[in-house]
């Protein structure tokens, strides 16, 4: 097998058939006068962690080794964002910046690796939700290296890598695996899928096998206009998120490839993979031992740090899991840390955020667990606040989407916002998270109007404060150019919570004083008023601009049985 062994610098060996490659294919003879120019300028400067930002591969893995080649460290940024930059700065010697000049003069040969010294740590939202750094050493590297030459053998490869190498699992299985193995490798624009494809042509043309190095977020997105058979990858990886069976069986088809899953952490490294589309169990990586602890996953791994190395000492995960005799099933996150698009963000700190603007009385962020990955979040606001129309809610969203900007990814701000009086509790005030998911249920049934929750004066009457969704089915050709609510849909509606929402109301018998007295149209919030008497529940539809609809559904009673 054509690997050598992190500890022993492999980019300093002289790999067979790296030259077979266009110019924008990275290999360790072409990085090395650039390596070299790193190492000069980094001469007489301080020691220690260096911050390290920079989203060309090839100018990240010079950078990187000559940290590593001179007794240095790298710290890497999740994001150029200028908050997280100056959040960092402080907890450095020293930032990688710019392009430094040829090296003029003979060098120092580099320093040899200490597999115990610190090669890289990363930057991470906690499980605490606040930011955390977590430190890797060349020795927990360098095991999950072996660990994956073992499993996926690189030979006569190119290694194409869709996902950012600033996080743990693009640095390592786009960065350090085709390093070890002496293979040409590539990012950048290898995101996109025509990019891509050409890159896969290019190996082709070289007679070389691909990994493809993916997420479910790119996956999710590949195009079927494009011909993948022509030029298919051998293996593709996946990790950073869950990857939808679907879009698993569908990439397996498209691209002719088995689709490897990875399930790990920054903090953990690998821990299990799967192939989904042959099942769903995950079969822990070699060494890593796996049990449960109170419904959560613990484990032992080589790749864990070293004070996690000693015997009975178990990491604890805060996913739930259910132990099988082939491996384990994953049930979910205990914590409130989650992904989206692959990348780690704590849902806390988006709360925490959103109630910094004044008129925000609180917030709750919503994993929905949607093929897309995006988050929902729930706003609880003023009466007076809440936006009645569709422009206002659109103006509402952008100006919290604005203020978020300025301290998140633009991919971890939520997508699906829905504005409260107040955020749905039980009755021990605790979050009710079946209503709170309620609030989002019109996303999967375009038939129904976005509850947005409901308030009781008595056992016989009720206010459900309702909003109309763009994407509602029955405003198709109603009419066109001006789409408005249909005054049979607004009646099916009333029948419909009066059902759910009194205790047997009686057999419906019809609908009677029925009147409409202004339109509804989409993006507009009403208050669907409802009241129950011995023989019919009255109902009607208001909103700042008056009274939109009313009528009264007559029951079936003794009285008219007999």
């Not at 591969?57 to 790298?74: D, K, M, N, V, Y």
């Not at 309702?466 to 198709?476: A, F, G, H, Q």
Request: aromatic residues 8%; proline residues 7%.
């Amino acid at each position: 097998m054509n690997y050598t062994p992190l500890i022993q610098s492999p980019w300093r060996t002289e790999p067979k058939n790296e030259h077979d490659m266009p110019d924008v294919w990275c290999s360790a003879s072409r990085l090395r006068p650039h390596i070299d120019a790193w190492r000069a300028w980094l001469q007489g400067r301080s020691m220690g962690r260096w911050l390290l930002f920079e989203p060309d591969p090839a100018a990240f893995t010079a950078a990187l080794l000559a940290l590593w080649e001179t007794g240095r460290s790298a710290v890497l940024a999740s994001d150029d964002r200028s908050e997280t930059l100056a959040r960092l700065v402080s907890k450095v010697d020293g930032r990688i910046e710019g392009v430094p000049s040829p090296a003029a003069a003979p060098l120092p040969a580099p320093v040899d690796i200490d597999a115990q010294a610190e090669a890289v740590v990363l930057y991470t939202s906690g499980s605490t939700g606040e930011p955390a750094m977590h430190a890797k050493s060349f020795a927990q590297l360098a095991n999950e290296l072996d660990c994956h030459a073992q499993l996926w053998p690189l030979e006569c490869h190119a290694v194409i890598s869709q996902v950012s190498h600033q996080h743990i699992y693009g640095f390592f299985a786009g960065i350090l695996r085709p390093l070890c193995h002496g293979l040409p490798f590539c990012g950048a624009d290898s995101r996109y899928p025509e990019p891509m494809a050409a890159r896969l042509g290019e190996a082709q043309a070289a007679n070389r096998e691909t990994l493809l190095v993916s997420s479910p977020a790119q996956l999710s997105r590949l195009p079927d206009h494009i011909d993948w058979q022509a030029a298919p990858p051998s293996l593709v990886l996946s990790s950073g998120a869950p990857l939808a069976l679907t879009d698993a069986e569908r990439c397996e088809h498209l691209l002719g490839a088995p689709v490897i899953e990875l399930y790990g952490s920054t903090e953990t490294g690998g821990i299990a993979r799967r192939r989904q589309t042959q099942g769903t169990v995950w079969t822990p990586l070699s060494g890593v031992e796996t049990r449960e602890t109170q419904g959560l996953l613990e484990l032992r791994s080589p790749f864990l740090p070293a004070e996690y190395q000693a015997p009975n000492v178990w990491w604890a995960q805060q996913d739930r899991v259910e132990i099988t005799n082939a491996g384990f099933q994953l049930l979910g996150r205990a914590d409130r840390v989650t992904k989206v698009a692959g990348k780690r963000v704590s849902l806390s700190s988006i709360e925490r955020h959103l109630s910094q603007l004044p008129q925000v009385e609180a917030a709750h962020c919503v994993d929905l667990a949607r093929r897309d990955g995006r988050v929902g979040v729930v706003v609880a606001m003023p009466r007076d606040q809440l936006p009645y129309q569709h422009e206002a809610r659109r103006e509402l969203i952008r100006s919290m989407h604005t203020h978020l900007t300025t301290l998140l990814e633009a991919v971890v701000i939520p997508r699906y916002w829905r504005f409260v009086e107040q955020i749905p509790v039980n009755r021990q005030s605790k979050h009710d998270h079946g209503n709170i998911r309620r609030l989002f249920a019109d996303l999967d049934n375009p038939r129904i109007a976005r509850w947005l929750g409901e308030r009781s004066d008595s056992e016989d009457q009720r206010q459900i404060f309702l909003e109309i969704p763009e994407r509602l089915c029955y405003l198709d050709g109603h009419f066109k150019g001006f789409p408005l609510v249909p005054g049979v849909v607004l009646v099916q509606w009333a029948v419909e919570h009066a059902r759910s929402t009194f205790s047997e109301p009686g057999e419906f018998r019809g609908v009677e004083r029925l009147k409409f007295q202004k339109i509804v149209r989409p993006g507009q919030r009403l208050t669907l008023n409802l009241t129950r008497k011995a023989d019919s529940i009255s109902f009607s539809y208001d909103s700042p601009q008056g009274r939109h609809a009313t009528g009264r559904v007559r029951l079936v009673t003794e009285r008219d049985d007999g």
